[in-house]
């Protein structure tokens, strides 16, 4: 696939360069050089966590466990401008009172310090949840939940200011593997009622955040519950799609037909959520995925391979959509969900083919470098993906950002 299939990502812009005195800066070279993607290239950023805030119990990394961290997240995010970071509300807050938030936001630091955008993920969920919340009433849960919201995304508010704000909802009425608060929560309330709840308390603690839904079901049971969510006048900023793909890839047709069908509410659309496993496949009549327990599950050559042709494929194919604005690679290195061969990286953290094929995708043929000369009004013109950028003149870096609608650019 061309570059020409990705004029969507472009703009043009006209920039001009001047001296000090006002005058036009003419016959300088000027060399362009693209810093990060506009477009979001993810991957989950947990060990951020005990890097930049210690381990949870207090205690410090070893020097080999720093190393190991460091030379992940390095790797990770030299492609990646994009990291989800938890708030599980069972391990963010295993006791009540008792948070995670100093060594959250020391990570969501270290991304920012880095230029990476992060965002939280989930504020509202089922799964882990804190148990301690089944002591209480359904109204008593209700509050708290509430109040859970309010706090995290009023304390993070201009270092995570994206949300997975409720994950899954549509089983969260009917999950029925073990009791849990949001369960009894969501029963009550009905999923549109929920997801308002939940919605207006995020927007409420920071307005100007980007707020998400997601989903693994991708059926019409997710389309009827956005619809209905948008009926009922819910600020739904974007549209979350998980597409853990542990049973075989799922192909483009796949792909399309999702597009298609969730493309047409007019929001942005994030794959949140994906995996394409480079060993053996799970057997396909796992309905669960969490249900499929193995003692080993290894990478093997012909598995890179496979996993590093469909992930370009994939990213290519929703990189030429212009309903996607992200995409994220649920792990970074194998081992992690489910112990399943998933990363970009092997358990060593070293790059697979995977890593190596999108590094060629993300920072090589979607990527803007370019070397002009300003004519006599000081003036250059060029077209790139969108993005920031630093422009160096005379030894000196200027940075600057090139929008959708861009026009003229005076540095």
Known sequence: MKAEKFSHRK??????????????????????????????????????????????????????????????????FALCNYATLPF??????????????RRTIAAAKYFAERGIVTKGHPL????????????????????KQLDRIRRDVGAFKGLIDKWDVINEVVIMPIFYKYDNAITRMCK??????????VFAAAKEANPGASLLINDFDLSTKYEILIDGCLQAGIPIDTIGLQTHQHQGYMGLDWLEEILDRYSHFGLPLHFTENTIVSGRPMPSDIVDLNDYQIPE?????????????????????LFSN??????TNWDSKDGRWLGAPSGLLR??????????ALMAKIKGEWWTTETLRT????????????????????????PFTLRKSQGRIEL
């Open 297 to 317: 599950w290894p990478s093997t050559p012909e598995g890179e391979e496979r996993q590093a042709d469909k992930l370009v494929e994939m990213y290519e194919f």
């Open 88 to 101: 599980y509300w069972g391990r963010y807050e295993p006791e009540e009172g008792k948070s995670d938030e």
């Open 375 to 398: 004519d006599e009004k000081g003036e250059i013109s060029f077209e790139g993906f969108r993005g920031d950028y630093e422009a160096l003149v005379r030894g000196k870096g200027i």
């Open 188 to 197: 009550e309330l009905g999923r549109v009622r929920m997801v308002k709840e």
């Open 322 to 327: 212009p309903s996607v604005e992200a995409v």
């Open 124 to 143: 509202c969920w089922h799964t882990v949840c804190a148990p301690w919340l089944m002591k209480y009433s359904n109204a008593e849960i209700i509050k």
């Open 347 to 356: 358990k060593d953290n070293s790059p697979k083919p995977a890593y190596n």
């Open 11 to 76: 703009s043009k812009a006209t920039i001009t360069f001047k001296k000090q005195d006002g005058s036009p800066l003419a016959g300088e070279t000027v060399e362009l050089r693209q810093k990060r993607h506009e477009f979001l290239f993810g991957c989950g950023g947990f060990d951020a966590l005990d890097f930049a805030g210690g381990k949870y119990d207090g205690g410090v990394l070893s020097e080999e466990e720093r190393t190991g961290k460091k030379e992940l997240l390095d790797r990770i």
